[in-house]
Structures are given as C-alpha cells and as structure tokens.
C-alpha cells in the first residue's frame, strides 16, 4: 500500500547551486573575503613633528600612493588590500584619517589619497606609542576579512605618555598581527634600536629606517613595498646599507627634496587630471 501523504519534491541541483553563489555574492562582507591584506597605517604627530617635517610626511605617503610600483602591487590579481590610516601623538590623541578602503581599482587609491590630502592635523602633544598601538588593534578588529593583517607604526620618539609597548602587548591580544615600525631619526638617538625592540611583532615584522624626516618618503616607499609584495609582510631581502652605516639602519635611499622647487609627489595617478587636483589640494592644505 502506497503512502499518500504528498511528497515535496527535492529542488534541482541545478537551483542549489545557484543560491550558494548568489548567497556568497550578496551577503554582506562576502566582497572582503578575498582581501589578501588589512593594512592599517598609524603616523606620528606629536610636538617633535613640527608643520615642515608633517608637510614632508603628508607628501611621502601620497608620494607612495602615486608610485607606479606601489599602485601595481595594490592592484595585483591576487586579490585586494583593505588601507586605513590613522595619525597619533599622546595617549588620548588618535584621530582616523581614512577609514577602511578596499583597495580595487586606481579610483580606489585616489580616493584614499584625497582623504590624506584633505585631512588637517589634528594633534601637536606628547609620544604615545603603546596607545597608538592599542588603537591600531582596535582599528584592525573592525577591518574587512582578510587574510593577513599588519599594522604599521611610524614616529621619531620612544613612549612619554600613557602605556609602553610592552604594557599594551601583555593586556592585549594580538595574535597573527605583524606590527611593523618605521623608526625616524634626527630627534632621539636609538629609535632604530627602540622600534626593533619594543614596537615590532608578530611574524615576518620589521623596521625601515629614515635618518631624519627628510627621508620618510624613500622609507615609507621601501616599506610597503615590502608588505605588498609577495608572500607578504617583510620576507624581502633589504635594500642596502649605506656605507659607514651601523649595524642598525642608514639604508641608502634618495631623501625627499624641500618645498622649493619640488614636485609635491611622482605624477602617476590614474589620469594627469586625478594628480592635478590632488596636488592642488596638497599645496593649498594649511
């Protein structure tokens, strides 16, 4: 005897298939799943910064954003980075510059140029490194998923105010994030030695080094081409010592020119209109 209570006829493979994809089309966050890197970018502006050594700042990192081979490596197949950036002096001074971008097209990277070109500092206080740090992890907690995560701090002083490093890393979990450390010489003697010994974390990390401020353009350059490039996060070999350099640092590198007479930054953006508005906004920036 057959059963009649009616049967629901099980739905096509055919129809499954197409609601996965759809479903991992749609579903929020399902973009940032291919993220290959969260790169969140602390920058120091504390007292020991004045207005021409934050100008030079300011057009190193758009300086890097407009290299050829830095953009090449953002855009590589691979899949996308997610970029924010943040600037930090004391221990209650850390303000967002760009908030979390993926990194797709040229579109994308010209949009987080303009943020950084728009932005007006906003902290001139003492050196915070171990909240900068606490900020950065907070910062990564909220990143789109991706595969791998770094944080990079840059500043020219060892901690003042608030938590040391060491304070921050024993009360925090940091797990896989590699904290990497651009050390800026010319203010305190050692910060080389400090950043490698206090700042850095987490697999494959490092510091780049710029002798003085003068420098952080070529540094900051040399430094995440180092992260964009594969396997990620620092397994490049180093660029080369200058001659007579220490053990630590003095890598060779051509310093940013001064303001007279200098291109704000290489004109290599997605179109000559897309640089010259960018510049323009960087030239009229207080």
């Known amino acids: 005897m057959t059963d009649p209570t009616p049967t629901r006829a099980a739905p096509p493979r055919m129809a499954l298939l197409l609601a996965a994809v759809l479903a991992a089309t749609f579903l929020p966050g399902a973009r940032a799943e291919a993220c290959r890197l969260a790169l969140a ?3 120091d ?45 004391g221990r209650r001074e850390q303000r967002m ?15 987080v ?30 990143a789109p998923a991706c595969d791998a995560q770094i944080l990079d701090i840059a500043g020219d002083g060892q901690t003042n105010d608030g938590p040391d490093p060491a304070r921050v890393y024993a009360r925090r979990d940091f797990g896989a994030i590699t904290v990497n450390g651009l050390a800026i010489g010319g203010h305190e003697s050692g910060i080389l030695a400090y950043y490698e010994r206090e700042v850095i974390r987490g697999p494959g990390a490092f510091a780049e080094y ?8 070529e540094a900051f350059r040399r430094k995440l081409l180092r992260e964009l ?58």
């Open 41 to 43: 970018m602390g920058f």
């Open 45 to 89: 502006v504390s007292r020991s910064v004045d207005a021409a050594a934050h100008e030079i700042q300011i057009r190193g990192i758009l300086g890097a954003l407009f290299d050829p081979g830095i953009r090449d490596a953002l855009l590589d197949p691979a899949g996308p980075v997610a970029l924010a950036a943040y600037e930090w002096s």
């Open 97 to 111: 510059i760009v908030g979390w971008t993926l990194v797709e097209t040229p579109d994308d990277i010209d949009r």
């Open 113 to 142: 140029a303009r943020a950084i070109a728009a932005h007006g500092r906003s902290f001139a206080g003492l050196t915070a490194v171990g909240s900068a740090l606490a900020y950065g992890h907070r910062l990564l907690a909220r």
């Open 210 to 217: 710029a002798p003085t401020h003068r420098d952080f353009a």
């Open 229 to 286: 490039a594969p396997p990620l996060i620092g397994h490049l070999a180093p660029p080369p010592r200058a001659p007579g350099a220490g053990r630590k640092g003095g890598w060779v590198g051509a310093p940013l020119p001064g303001r007279a007479g200098a291109a704000p930054y290489p004109q290599a953006a997605s179109s000559p209109a897309s640089a010259r508005r960018i510049s323009a906004t960087v030239s009229s920036t207080p």
